[in-house]
C-alpha cells in the first residue's frame, strides 16, 4: 500500500470546489460541497495513482482561493489536525508511562500525580493490559 502523503490544491470556481493534485498526473476533480470533495479526491488519487480499491491516502489540502474567511478557516483546520496527532501522541506516551510506573511499584495515586490523571484514569490503562491480557484487572497498589 503507497504510504504517500498527497498534497492536494483546491480553488473555487462558479460555485463548485475544484481540486488538483500536482504529484498525480492527470488527478483532477470537483464537487459542489467540500465534504464531496474529499472523497472525489480519496476516489481520483486511487485511480489515477493505481492504489488497491481499499486504499485511504492521506491527503493535505491547501485553499488558493481570494477569500480571507476560507483561509484563515483552514489554517483553524490545519491546527486542529495538528493537536489531534498531538494528543494521539500523547495518549500513548501516557499509557507508556502507568505501565512503566506500574512495573517499578508505584501506587496508582502516585502515577495520577506525576502524570496529570485521575486515578481512575491510570486505573484503566493498567487494566490487564501489562501482560497483553486483556478483560483481567491488576491494578497497581493502593497507596
Avoid: C
Avoid at 501522541?89 to 502516585?110: F, I, M, P, Q
Amino acid at each position: 500500500m503507497n504510504d504517500e502523503a498527497y498534497e492536494v490544491v483546491v480553488t473555487r470556481e462558479d460555485g463548485a470546489w475544484l481540486a488538483d493534485v500536482p504529484s498525480v498526473p492527470g488527478a483532477h476533480t470537483f464537487a459542489r460541497s467540500l465534504a464531496g470533495l474529499v472523497e472525489a479526491v480519496r476516489e481520483v488519487i486511487v485511480l489515477m495513482d493505481d492504489l488497491p480499491d481499499d486504499a485511504k491516502p492521506t491527503v493535505t489540502f491547501s485553499y488558493v482561493v481570494p477569500d480571507e474567511v476560507i483561509t484563515s478557516a483552514a489554517e483553524v483546520g490545519r491546527q486542529r489536525a495538528k493537536l489531534d496527532r498531538a494528543e494521539r501522541e500523547n495518549a500513548a506516551a501516557t499509557a507508556a508511562a502507568v505501565h512503566r510506573l506500574k512495573a517499578a511499584g508505584y501506587s496508582v495515586r502516585d502515577a495520577s500525580v506525576l502524570l496529570g490523571v485521575t486515578p481512575g484514569r491510570v486505573s484503566q490503562l493498567t487494566a490487564g493490559r501489562a501482560d497483553g491480557e486483556r478483560g483481567v484487572r491488576k491494578p497497581l497498589r493502593a497507596s
